[in-house]
């Protein structure tokens, strides 16, 4: 018996998902702006992290300021 082609995996991620997801945000404090394409490796935070998935403890880097005072680019 013949074996059926196996599907193709689906990604993970949708693009238009993923590049929402590379949305810069600016702390309204500071200025400070979060490029998720940076990260904040000096705090633990990968290259490619959205902001979205930060830790909730995670504040700015600058100023200490918690990520609900931070606004969309």
Known sequence: MAKKPEPAAKPAVK???AKADMTKY????CGYEYDPAKGDP???V???T??????KDWV????GA???Q???K
């Open 15 to 17: 693009p238009a998902a």
């Open 42 to 44: 000096d705090n633990g």
């Open 26 to 29: 600016v702390c309204s404090v």
């Open 60 to 63: 700015c880097p600058v100023c």
């Open 66 to 68: 918690t990520k609900d």
């Open 46 to 48: 990968k290259p490619g």
């Open 70 to 72: 931070f606004e969309k």
């Open 50 to 55: 959205p902001f979205s998935a930060l830790p």
